[in-house]
C-alpha cells in the first residue's frame, strides 16, 4: 500500500515539475532559421491580438509571449505529415507540424507586441536527450530537424527560447 503512495507522489512531483525535467534533459541546437510570414491585419487572430494588446497596455513580454502561445494553441492542432507552414493555411486547416506552429506563435507575437518590444526569430534545430540526437533514431526526412522560437525583451535583454508545438501537448512554456 505504501508503494503506491510513492509511486503517485512521484508522478505528481513529475507532473509538476515537468518543465524542469525536460530542460535538464533535452536540449535545442539551432541550425538555421526559417522565415517570418506575417498574418493579414484583418484575419481573426490579428484583430484579436492586437484588441488584446489595447487592453493590456503594461503587459510584459513574458505576458505577450503566453497570450501568443495560447492563440496558438487554440488555432493549432499537431500532424505529423507535411503541411503548410503559412499562418494563414494552418488557421485555415487547424492542422499543422512544427514549421507551422512556430511561425503561427510568431505571426500571433507580432500582432500582440503593438508597442515593438519584443525581437523573434524562427529557429530550426536539432534536439538532443542527455546528448543523445533524437533525429539520428530515424531516417525519415519528416524528423530531419524541429523548429521552435526566440523571443528577445529589448528592453531588459531578456532570452526566451521557447516551442508552441510542445507547449500544446504537454505545457512546457520554456525550452533551453
Same mark, same amino acid.
Given at each position: 500500500?505504501?508503494?503506491?503512495?510513492?509511486?503517485?507522489?512521484?508522478?505528481?512531483?513529475? /507532473?509538476?515539475?515537468?518543465?524542469? @525535467?525536460?530542460?535538464? #534533459?533535452? +536540449?535545442?541546437?539551432?541550425?538555421?532559421?526559417?522565415? /517570418?510570414?506575417?498574418?493579414?491585419?484583418?484575419?481573426?487572430? +490579428?484583430?484579436?491580438?492586437?484588441?488584446?494588446?489595447?487592453? =493590456?497596455?503594461?503587459?510584459?513580454?513574458?505576458?505577450?509571449?503566453?497570450?501568443?502561445?495560447?492563440?496558438?494553441?487554440? =488555432?493549432?492542432?499537431?500532424?505529423?505529415?507535411?503541411?503548410?507552414?503559412?499562418?494563414?493555411?494552418?488557421?485555415?486547416?487547424?492542422?499543422?507540424? #512544427?514549421?507551422?506552429?512556430?511561425?503561427?506563435?510568431?505571426?500571433?507575437?507580432?500582432?500582440?507586441?503593438?508597442?515593438?518590444?519584443?525581437?523573434?526569430?524562427?529557429?530550426?534545430?536539432?534536439?538532443?536527450?542527455?546528448?543523445?540526437?533524437? =533525429?539520428? @533514431?530515424?531516417?525519415?526526412?519528416?524528423?530531419?530537424? =524541429?523548429?521552435?522560437?526566440? &523571443?528577445?525583451?529589448?528592453?531588459?535583454?531578456? &532570452?526566451? /527560447?521557447?516551442?508552441?508545438?510542445?507547449?500544446?501537448?504537454?505545457? &512546457?512554456? /520554456?525550452?533551453?
Amino acid at each position: 500500500m505504501k508503494k503506491r503512495y510513492y509511486i503517485l507522489f512521484f508522478l505528481f512531483l513529475a /507532473f509538476l515539475l515537468r518543465g524542469q @525535467l525536460f530542460r535538464f #534533459c533535452v +536540449s535545442y541546437e539551432p541550425v538555421g532559421t526559417r522565415l /517570418f510570414i506575417p498574418l493579414d491585419e484583418m484575419d481573426e487572430i +490579428s484583430r484579436g491580438a492586437a484588441g488584446w494588446a489595447i487592453t =493590456h497596455p503594461d503587459a510584459s513580454a513574458k505576458d505577450i509571449i503566453a497570450f501568443a502561445r495560447r492563440k496558438t494553441a487554440q =488555432h493549432a492542432s499537431f500532424v505529423m505529415r507535411t503541411t503548410s507552414g503559412n499562418p494563414r493555411d494552418v488557421m485555415a486547416s487547424g492542422r499543422a507540424n #512544427c514549421v507551422g506552429y512556430a511561425r503561427l506563435f510568431a505571426a500571433i507575437l507580432d500582432q500582440a507586441d503593438t508597442k515593438g518590444q519584443l525581437d523573434q526569430e524562427i529557429l530550426i534545430g536539432r534536439l538532443t536527450v542527455f546528448g543523445q540526437s533524437l =533525429h539520428a @533514431l530515424t531516417n525519415d526526412p519528416f524528423w530531419s530537424d =524541429h523548429d521552435y522560437n526566440k &523571443v528577445v525583451d529589448k528592453i531588459s535583454g531578456e &532570452v526566451f /527560447f521557447l516551442d508552441a508545438t510542445l507547449y500544446d501537448y504537454s505545457g &512546457v512554456k /520554456f525550452v533551453r
